[in-house]
């Protein structure tokens, strides 16, 4: 069953601290994993997309890593800042016939930064 | 700065209404899509336009939901009859969709926060 499993559920960090979150998938065949930033009240916004070949991205203080063996993703934030508080949503995208891909959710993972 | 827009912001209305929400794409931008937020499921792909052709309504309950693009800068989606259940925040994306089928990013709309009383 294709699933994508986000950890943890809740984080809760202090300003200026690094933290890092979890992304697990079952998706096969894998086209693309993108890591979204989404604000309170907002919609979700694009923070890096990576393909099978690419094991690392970065945007800014944001940097993803990609191991499509293990099946694993991961988002580190350096240096956090109260603006980083907010759902991080990881998506997994599979190719399908026709050119539509397929696109399997996490749940998020609630960060939020305090000072 | 181009951006997704969606209309209305918030919606409230009673079980058996017909709600139509509106979304207008980035121009430019060749692919749009529909999705449904809810606590419970997070976020859920609903329809996916290409050229304003539907390519995927899978994931839309086709008895009630209905997403149409009458023309490239606007794609609406429909609900009629309402229900409590579909009460959600509903999103609008666009983006660009090379010639693999893949999208480079998706820009989303603000949102349409529609409760169903």
């Known amino acids: 069953k294709n699933q994508v499993e986000q950890s943890p559920q809740s984080l809760i960090i202090l300003e200026g601290k690094n933290c890092t979150l979890q992304?697990?998938?079952?998706?096969?065949?894998?086209?693309?994993l993108r890591w979204y930033k989404q604000d309170t009240g907002r919609g979700p916004v694009s923070l890096t997309i990576?393909?099978?070949?690419?094991n690392t991205k970065s945007n800014g203080r944001y940097t993803a890593t990609l191991d499509a063996d293990t099946k694993q993703s991961s988002l580190h934030i350096t240096a956090s800042q109260l603006s980083d508080s907010a759902s991080y949503i990881c998506?997994?995208?599979?190719?399908?016939?026709?050119?539509?891909?397929?696109?399997?959710f996490g749940t998020g993972t609630r960060l939020t930064v305090i000072p | 700065d181009a951006r997704v827009t969606q209309t209305p912001r918030h919606k409230v209305t009673e079980m058996g209404q017909e709600v139509t929400m509106r979304c207008q794409p980035i121009?430019?931008?060749?692919?749009v899509f529909w999705y449904r937020q809810t606590m419970m499921q997070g976020l859920e792909l609903l329809a996916y336009?290409?050229?304003?052709?539907?390519?995927?309504d899978s994931g839309m309950p086709k008895d009630r939901f209905s997403a149409e693009m009458p023309d490239a800068t606007l794609a609406t989606l429909k609900i009629q009859p309402s229900e409590p259940r579909d009460s959600a925040v509903y999103f609008c994306?666009?983006?660009?969709?090379?010639?693999?089928?893949?999208?480079?990013?998706?820009?989303f709309g603000p949102g349409t926060r529609l409760t169903v009383l």
């Open positions: 994306a666009s983006g660009l969709v090379s010639f693999d089928g893949e999208s480079d990013t998706q820009y």
């Open positions: 992304c697990n998938y079952t998706v096969s065949p894998f086209s693309n």
């Open positions: 990576m393909t099978f070949s690419e």
């Open positions: 998506v997994v995208s599979a190719p399908r016939a026709g050119g539509a891909n397929n696109l399997f």
């Open positions: 121009l430019g931008h060749n692919t």
């Open positions: 336009f290409r050229n304003r052709a539907p390519l995927d």
